[in-house]
């Protein structure tokens, strides 16, 4: 049997696992890895794959089956930091952006920070004015497709790309501009370094949202910035602190504290509370390694580290931008290339479906804006005929980050189970999904098939989940009937000792307190005289007897 417990034992710890983490340009790279290997072992793996070493910047990232977002930690077990069930996904994603971009020593690395912060305008964390946003949309499209010609790019040829989720068509034709007059000639690279310059201008550079409320209960969004700690409320920044002006980050169950000393021995305490106590617990983790990682010598060394970087330049595989649909796939751009264990795949979902989950999964509400500068409202684009009279604009909503969640991808099946539930349920597809999944649309043999493995899949998963909070209250009902039975035997061991003859100091102490004095005498003396009645009564009758 010893033998057979340590043979299971031993496959257990073999069993290998399917990971799959989608890259920066939406690409993905899928690996296997064992029950214990550790996060740096994956990582490190991921940066081979990329050719990536100036790696310091990067992290990834995962959603936990109670839809919070966490960073994989590189010292403790893939495995058990995921609670879900393999296989794995997880992002690639920007964890520390460089104070200064244009200054990072590898094309390589450059490249992917330009893929970050291009995805950072296109889901809205990255605000600026409409001149702004129409320069940093030009540089884009002179990476992607090079100089403007004629004869490809006919009238209107940008707007097919997406680069905000909505957008003007004046803005449309001031990006079009600029890409035709003043970018011509510019290599990939060179647009790419322009943009990172011009972004790393801008105030919301950098920005990982957290969605939080004030002690007055207006919402509010939290972020760690290269430069420090900046809360963003409509789409004004309301609050920055240097991060040499922090002092101390502290969370206690949904409440979080920023302890700031400013000039003049000034000290001010700001309190925020997140959804939950887990996002509290995520936020206040994210400040702790952005501070260690920006206020001490780590950025530092990093640079240092990477100016001893000797070798030749790595290729970068940069492909056409992908124009948008009617019914956009959630893609950004160009994709690094030409790996066998990359898989390319697009997930085909409404762009307005896609915010809905992903407001859902931060747990946000977003925020009515006011202007700043030229307005920044999302960017609807306007087909009335007074549409050139009004200002071109990004967004019409406040500042709203939660809509950048890209969550952790789903698995291949997942949309499909989804489109089948409707058709179950009753629910009717729109026109666009009915198109995209009329060439594999099931029969109603298959749909039938299909509903019940689904709605056997639902209740599968729903009976753990009971079972588990099950198992918790009871043992919590335990922990606690332990507890005070210890606190009780204590106390009467107390109650005892004090009473008794021993003479000493800690127990003379507390019988010359007036509060001992007056439980002797009220309560202590008339329960002894009691208990000494009953045993008094107890011994006659046996004696009797």
């Not at 919402?219 to 700690?229: M, N």
């Amino acid at each position: 049997m010893l033998s057979r417990l340590m043979s299971g034992s031993s496959r257990s710890l073999e069993r290998e696992y399917s990971c799959t983490v989608r890259l920066l340009d939406d690409s993905e790279y899928t690996c296997t890895i064992q029950r214990d290997a550790k996060g740096q072992y994956l990582f490190d793996l991921l940066c081979h794959h990329l050719n990536l070493l100036e790696k310091d910047y990067f992290g990834i990232r995962f959603v936990d089956p109670d839809k919070q977002r966490h960073w994989l930690e590189f010292t403790k077990s893939v495995v058990k930091q995921l609670r879900s069930q393999p296989p794995f996904t997880m992002c690639f994603r920007v964890k520390f952006y460089p104070a200064d971009p244009a200054a990072l020593k590898e094309e390589i690395t450059r490249y992917l920070v330009f893929l970050q912060i291009k995805r950072d305008l296109y889901h809205g964390r990255l605000l600026c004015k409409t001149s702004d946003a129409a320069l940093l949309a030009a540089y884009i499209l002179q990476a992607e497709i090079g100089d403007y010609d004629p004869g490809k790019h006919p009238e209107g040829y940008s707007s097919k790309f997406q680069f905000f989720p909505k957008h003007s068509e004046k803005l449309e034709r001031k990006i079009a501009e600029i890409h035709k007059t003043e970018l011509s000639g510019q290599t990939p690279a060179t647009s790419e370094l322009n943009f990172l310059r011009k972004a790393q201008t801008l105030e919301t550079y950098g920005v990982d949202p957290h969605p939080c409320k004030d002690v007055s209960g207006n919402a509010a969004f939290l972020a760690f910035t290269p430069f420090g700690f900046v809360v963003l409320q409509g789409n004004k920044r309301v609050h920055f602190i240097k991060w040499n002006e922090v002092t101390k980050l502290k969370f206690e169950g949904k409440t979080f504290y920023l302890y700031v000393s400013q000039k003049e021995e000034k000290k001010i305490i700001l309190t925020y509370f997140a959804p939950t106590p887990e996002a509290c617990k995520h936020l206040w983790k994210c400040g702790i390694e952005n501070q260690a990682f920006y206020n001490g010598r780590v950025a530092k060394e990093v640079m240092e580290s990477s100016a001893k970087i000797k070798r030749e330049p790595p290729e970068i595989h940069r492909a056409g931008m992908v124009p948008s649909r009617s019914c956009p796939s959630i893609t950004h751009g160009p994709r690094l290339s030409s790996v066998p264990r990359t898989r390319r795949r697009a997930v085909h979902i409404s762009i307005m479906e896609g915010l809905e989950s992903l407001r859902d999964s931060a747990h946000s509400t977003p925020v009515r804006s006011s202007s700043h500068g030229d307005t920044f409202l999302p960017h609807v684009r306007s087909s009335r005929a007074d549409s050139n009279e009004r200002v071109a604009v990004i967004a019409d909503e406040a500042y709203s980050p939660a809509d950048s969640v890209l969550p952790t991808p789903v698995a291949e099946h997942s949309l499909e189970l989804m489109l089948l539930s409707r058709q179950i349920n009753g629910a009717t597809c729109s026109i666009e999904e009915e198109k995209e999944s009329e060439a594999s649309t099931p029969t109603a043999t298959e749909v039938e098939a299909l509903g019940g493995e689904l709605r056997a899949l639902c209740q599968g998963h729903g009976r753990p989940e009971e079972e588990q909070v099950n198992k918790f209250v009871l043992s919590v009902l335990r922990l606690l009937l332990v507890t005070m039975g210890l606190l009780f035997v204590l106390l009467l061991l107390l109650i005892i000792l004090t009473e008794s003859d021993l003479d000493i100091a800690f127990f003379r102490d507390i019988r010359q307190t007036p509060e001992f004095e007056q439980f002797h005498y009220q309560y202590f003396c008339p329960l002894r005289r009691w208990f000494a009645c009953k045993i008094r009564s107890v011994v006659s009758l046996l004696i009797d007897t």
